[in-house]
């Protein structure tokens, strides 16, 4: 059984009562105003006014102005209010925000969307993602941010409240399970009842608690049940057991039938829609169909009632109903960048640091710090985030290389080389037949093939073409070949690897422009000859320097998963040839999750900065030159192998079997299964190495009346002000039968000490931690008996145990 209805108060029938029950006096006689068309009007984005500013979003209401209900707009997130055809802060990933294991930080990301989306026009913000982290290979885990659901509880919370603090709407996403990007769309999750309420479920009740005004269901179903179908997650749960008072609006076109509406569906996302030129369709379910519904009597016209009522419920706590509502704020782009910069220094993660030549290779310093060997594709053109909806095109974004030549002073050398180009340079003239110009293909609002011709390659071999676009979409198809698709709106570069043979090969092109803006378009490639030469070029630039620091980087994408947890195109060759040629070789991943390292032990150190946002290169060289000290740690674990995680070998697990998944591990999930099986990761969850040493002494443990507190003192026992994520890890009750973690977080605070300090610190233990979920009462209950307390540095790094008390 998932769910129980007992003890819960029994879901309004469909009649009068709905709308009554929910929403103010003043919004019942506004939604009592409104005619059918108006009602309607609410529960379907659609598309804003063509050119204007509220046209960039992912959705427009109209709302009703007759009485004094304003139009509401809504932008895709989570890591920057992202509208097409402008730009806005784009901050660190949420997998770093995490990392931060900083509540405070949270907040303070928070409201950079929060500001920001007001700023430009928006009221609603389609973020923050609080799934699992549990395929290693998913392709949006940097859009989320922990295997852990104490973490992500936490952070979604603290952002919630940052960004609603600035007037934005917060809509938490994807209710529920959506941990995997294959099959998306049809998967089924096999949950349990206790899983499900003690991994997957606690960041949405944590962030319905901060006041999130709205959730997204996801695209796959929930034992058996589309999400956004799924009464028991959207009414049962959701309303009856944690009392949401906001709106549920679908993941993009992931309604499913005009019906969802009476199952706590209240609003439908997405249009079928074509190219930007195309007519505004009507929403495939809540618009004309309702509207039929509602006439043949399938859906009273109260349900609908209570879902409008929801929405400009909402409005109303937001002020936007107000004979004067809240001024739109003037952009603050200096804030913006110094808040993203701060979380790129916090979040980065020092996952491996050792000594050459009697020092640790970081921070650079004397010669190594002076004459350095800057290798990777990341270095010039910065990875600032994951590719999808989540995409944020900012202002601007210094590459690396230039911070870590200002940084590295006018007397050093630092030499860059590509290593593995993953663009290339321009397609010579004589290669394609007629010649292609890039630049300008199209005029604001065309949509046409824009090229016919052939390409001509000199040899066999693996060849590197890269798009690059602005103002629309290109699609590029070479022979036949799956075509290459390169859009401004997900990503601004392209580029793939087609093995083509020697003589010409048939090339066509087309696209459409932004009604506002022309379409531009760029050619180039990597030959064979080239990128074996590129590598030679960075091994001998390697060999040459003091320090090699090569970046490396990963392609995290909404829409598929990645292949393998390898890092793509040969980049642990590259590495691996670097690290041979000189052994003080440091390694920056811009990476959106955990990848494999056949070369961590040639190297000197590794320093995760994950996408690190438009302020990455200013973090990165300030982390590396010991200007900032790195604090984060591990919110989700590094497996060792790709036969060495929970959902290794196991498709049943991922990717499913005939449409359906299976969470059989249970609530033994990241790190806890690594635990439970006795299985080393390359680096586990909450390591995070830093420029300073803490010792920790004098743990105390104690209940109270609101759940425990561990107090723990510690030292800063290094020459360098630096901080701590101090956790608290419980062990299991044995006094519960049901599945428990053998060791699970339960609390952590970070803390700052300058040389030589220490602190008394004390970490809250909520009574929710020690309680599990009994399948038999179908309720959460006190887990009783003395537990195993374990506090450290990382989930492996345990520095002190004791136990609490009965």
């Not at 993203?340 to 916090?346: H, M, V």
């Amino acid at each position: 059984m998932l769910f129980c209805t007992s003890g819960l108060l029994t879901a309004a029938p469909a009649g009068a009562t709905e709308a009554a029950a929910e929403g103010t006096p003043r919004v019942r006689a506004l939604v009592a105003k409104m005619t059918l068309d108006e009602k309607l009007s609410f529960v379907h984005w659609t598309a804003g006014p063509t050119g204007g500013p509220l046209a960039r979003g992912v959705g427009y209401l109209p709302g009703v102005p007759r009485l004094g209900i304003p139009a509401l707009q809504a932008s895709d997130g989570p890591v920057g209010v992202r509208l097409n055809g402008a730009r806005s802060t784009a901050l660190p990933t949420p997998s770093a925000l995490a990392a931060t294991f900083d509540d405070s930080l949270a907040t303070a990301y928070g409201k950079v969307l929060g500001h920001e989306g007001r700023a430009l026009g928006q009221d609603v913000v389609l973020g923050p993602m609080v799934n699992t982290i549990r395929v290693p290979h998913g392709g949006r885990n940097f859009e989320t941010f922990s295997e852990d659901p104490l973490v992500t509880s936490r952070t979604a919370a603290a952002q919630i409240k940052g960004t609603q603090s600035q007037g934005l709407m917060a809509t938490v996403k994807h209710f529920a399970g959506n941990n995997q990007e294959t099959d998306r769309f049809t998967i089924d999750a096999a949950i349990d009842e206790q899983t499900l309420q003690e991994v997957e479920l606690p960041a949405f009740r944590s962030a319905v608690e901060a006041g999130a005004a709205s959730v997204m269901c996801a695209y796959n179903g929930v034992n058996g049940t589309p999400s956004c179908s799924n009464d028991q997650l959207l009414q049962k749960v959701l309303r009856e057991q944690w009392g949401f008072k906001g709106w549920v609006m679908s993941d993009w076109l992931a309604t499913h039938a005009t019906t969802d509406i009476t199952k706590g569906l209240d609003q439908e996302l997405g249009l079928e829609m074509g190219k930007p030129t195309d007519p505004v369709p009507d929403s495939k379910h809540f618009g004309a169909s309702l509207r039929t519904a509602i006439a043949n009597g399938t859906v009273p016209q109260s349900t609908l009632d209570r879902s409008v009522t929801r929405i400009v419920g909402q409005m109303e706590r937001f002020g936007l109903l107000d004979a004067t509502p809240p001024k739109r704020p003037v952009r603050d782009a200096q804030a913006g960048r110094d808040t993203a910069r701060g979380i790129a220094e916090n979040g980065a993660v020092l996952l491996r640091n050792t000594a050459v030549a009697g020092r640790p290779a970081l921070p650079l310093a004397g010669p190594a710090g002076a004459d350095l060997a800057v290798i990777g594709d990341s270095a010039l053109r910065p990875k600032v985030s994951g590719l999808g909806s989540a995409h944020v095109v900012p202002d601007a974004a210094k590459a690396p290389l230039d911070a870590l030549r200002e940084r590295a002073g006018a007397g050093a050398s630092v030499r860059y080389e590509p290593g593995v180009d993953r663009l290339g340079a321009p397609l010579p003239a004589e290669t394609l037949s007629p010649a292609f110009t890039n630049g300008k293909q199209l005029d604001p609002g065309g949509d046409r093939t824009f090229y016919e011709g052939t390409l001509t390659v000199p040899a066999d071999g693996d060849y590197r073409i890269g798009v690059r676009v602005d103002g629309g979409l290109a699609i590029l198809q070479i022979d036949g070949q799956s075509p290459v698709y390169a859009a401004d709106s997900f990503s601004e570069t392209t580029s793939v690897v087609l093995s083509l043979t020697k003589g010409t090969h048939k090339v066509s092109m087309n696209g459409w422009a932004w009604p506002d803006r022309p379409l531009s378009v760029d050619l180039t490639w990597v030959t064979p000859q080239q990128a074996a030469q590129n590598i030679e070029r960075a091994v001998a630039a390697a060999r040459a320097a003091k320090t090699a620091v090569v970046f490396v980087q990963d392609e995290g994408s909404e829409g598929y998963d990645r292949p393998s947890l390898s890092l793509p195109d040969g980049q642990d060759a590259l590495v691996s040839a670097v690290a041979r040629a000189n052994p003080n070789t440091v390694v920056v991943l811009n990476t959106g999750s955990s990848v494999l390292m056949p070369w961590l032990n040639d190297t000197a150190a590794v320093l995760d900065m994950w996408y690190p946002g438009q302020e990455g290169a200013q973090a990165t060289a300030a982390l590396l030159y010991g200007d900032a000290n790195p604090s984060g740690k591990l919110t989700q674990t590094f497996p060792a192998s790709e036969n060495g995680h929970p959902v290794a070998g196991n498709p049943k697990r991922y990717p499913g079997v005939d449409g359906k998944q299976e969470y059989s591990e249970g609530v033994h999930t990241g790190y806890r299964w690594y635990e439970q099986q006795g299985v080393t990761p390359l680096f586990p969850f909450g390591h995070g190495l830093s420029y300073t040493a803490f010792d920790y002494r004098d743990l105390a443990v104690e209940r109270t009346a609101t759940g425990a507190v561990v107090r723990v003192t510690v030292r800063n026992s290094g020459a360098v002000a630096g901080k701590e994520a101090v956790q608290v890890y419980l062990g299991p009750s044995p006094l519960v039968t049901a599945p428990q973690a053998v060791k699970k977080l339960a609390g952590y605070t970070k803390t700052a000490l300058e040389p030589g300090e220490e602190k008394r610190v004390t970490i809250p233990v909520d009574a929710r931690q020690l309680q599990y979920w009994d399948t038999g009462r179908h309720a959460w209950t006190s887990a009783g008996g003395a537990r195993a307390v374990s506090v450290g540095s990382s989930s492996a790094d345990i520095r002190l145990t004791g136990r609490l008390a009965q």
